[in-house]
């Protein structure tokens, strides 16, 4: 019995040890909950004030039921200076480090690059490594493993195993859907297959496992954010066409999803975030027909330059230069329920508006570093409610008590979550994005 065979044996019960190397959004959540079921879990990241605050039970990030876990015996998290004894001793090794744009939107494998520094270092034999992170088709069996054996010596499929597992979690949820979604296994040979499953059932013995190649299972998670992010850019594109007919989109698109079962459109809205926007372009650069992931990409990454054009022009109807106007932006993360501000399309709305000279003030209940509300809205030339918090649902009342009166003020709604009666009553000059009625 060779040693990754040993491995396999070893997996079928909880004595065995695993490193998380990267404890951000994707890779905390994963370790903490495999130390809650039972394993001794070790986190791996190079920024030590992320290191101390986790020592510290302090939640770097918002994540539902993650907070009782933070202290949990079984995990430990340490520094890249520190780990690789607790590599040595760790059995399983999965990579969750950040895999960003570069300038240029090719893939910044840096932080990739900068985990197996570390992990040269380590006595790898006989350990099941796991790439995590989001990454182009191709990266496991041409980069890692190459890599890998070209600076050891060693050999994958016999001295190490390998296998790409994708994150496929819903941000805000990943400790629920870490648990129950199924599991996509890529593995380059039927043992590190048989090692992969047996860990992630350790999470769940009812966990459903899917196994392909290490490459499908790469396409699949690429696959699967390119399909929604191509679904929204359609969504927007019915929005603009909304506002050039005349019509509101997002009601056109309510009433055709409406029991009907070939329906499905998503509203129109701002698009964005450390996923949907980059994972089209890590099937680029090897494509021959790149133009609908980039068409995709052009309108969703439009949309902010198209509501500073429209709120330009309502406001020079009322004689107030951009670049003397205050506008309050309410939501700064890119989603809805998220802190996350990463690619947020609302961040990018208040730079394009500095751009311009406005003064920008933001707010968003789930970021401590932005402004309250009152200090957002009072004295606004305009509001631009750009991230659909459910805070922000019915909130027209309350912004208009903060700031005593609305006449004049210039409000755009770009998820069509306040109501245009309510607005214009108060007095509000209301815009909504995909409609053309004004």
Same mark, same amino acid.
């Given at each position: ?104 939107? &090719? *893939? /910044?494998?840096?932080? $990739? ?8 270092? =380590?006595? +790898?034999?006989?350990? #099941? ?74 999470? &769940? *013995? /009812?966990?459903?496992? $899917? ?8 396409? =699949?998670? +690429?696959?699967?954010? #390119? ?212």
């Amino acid at each position: 019995m060779n040693q990754l065979e040993k491995l396999a044996a070893k997996v079928t019960g909880k004595d065995f040890v695993i490193s998380v190397l990267g404890i951000g959004r994707v890779g905390l959540p994963l370790a903490l909950v495999f130390a809650r079921a039972g394993l001794k879990v070790i986190g791996v990241d190079q920024d030590k004030a992320h290191i101390e605050s986790i020592k510290n039970c302090i939640m770097p990030f918002s994540e539902e039921g993650m907070q009782d876990l933070m202290c949990h015996p079984n995990f430990e998290p340490v520094h890249y200076s520190d780990a690789l004894s607790k590599i040595n001793s760790s059995d399983i090794l999965i990579i969750t480090v950040g895999t960003p744009l570069a300038c240029n939107n &090719n *893939p /910044d494998f840096s932080q $990739l690059f900068s985990i197996l520094s570390v992990l040269l270092k =380590a006595q +790898l034999q006989g350990k #099941l490594l796991i790439l995590r992170s989001t990454v182009p088709p191709g990266t496991l069996e041409e980069k890692v493993i190459p890599y890998i054996e070209s600076k050891t010596g060693l050999k994958a499929g016999k001295d190490f195993g390998a296998a790409f597992c994708p994150e496929r979690v819903l941000e805000g949820h990943a400790i629920e859907e870490i648990s129950n979604l199924p599991e996509i296994i890529g593995a380059i040979d039927p043992l590190s297959a048989k090692i992969a499953a047996g860990v992630f059932r350790k999470i &769940n *013995p /009812d966990k459903k496992i $899917l196994e392909t190649t290490p490459k499908s299972a790469e396409l =699949a998670k +690429l696959y699967a954010n #390119l399909y929604r992010y191509v679904n929204f850019a359609l969504a927007n594109e019915f929005a603009l066409l909304g506002e050039q007919f005349g019509e509101d989109a997002g009601e056109i698109i309510r009433i055709l999803n409406t029991d009907y079962p070939r329906g499905g459109v998503p509203k129109p809205g701002l698009v964005g975030g450390p996923c949907l926007t980059k994972d089209g372009y890590f099937l680029l650069s090897k494509s021959a027909f790149p133009e609908f992931a980039t068409l995709a990409s052009h309108l969703n990454e439009y949309i902010p330059q198209h509501v500073i054009n429209l709120l330009k022009e309502r406001l020079r109807k009322k004689n107030i230069p951009i670049y003397n106007a205050k506008v309050g932006v309410l939501g700064i993360a890119f989603k809805r329920n998220s802190d996350d501000e990463r690619n947020s399309p609302a961040v990018k709305i208040c730079q394009l508006l500095e751009i311009e000279g406005a003064t920008v003030v933001k707010h968003d209940p789930h970021i401590k570093t932005t402004e309250s509300l009152a200090n957002a809205v009072k004295d606004a030339d305009a509001i631009v409610l750009a991230t659909n918090h459910p805070e922000f649902e019915g909130i027209l009342d309350t912004i208009h008590n903060l700031r005593h009166s609305s006449a004049g003020c210039v409000i755009f709604d770009c998820w069509g979550m306040l109501e245009k009666a309510t607005a214009q009553r108060l007095g509000f000059d209301y815009i909504k994005f995909g409609s053309g009625k004004r």
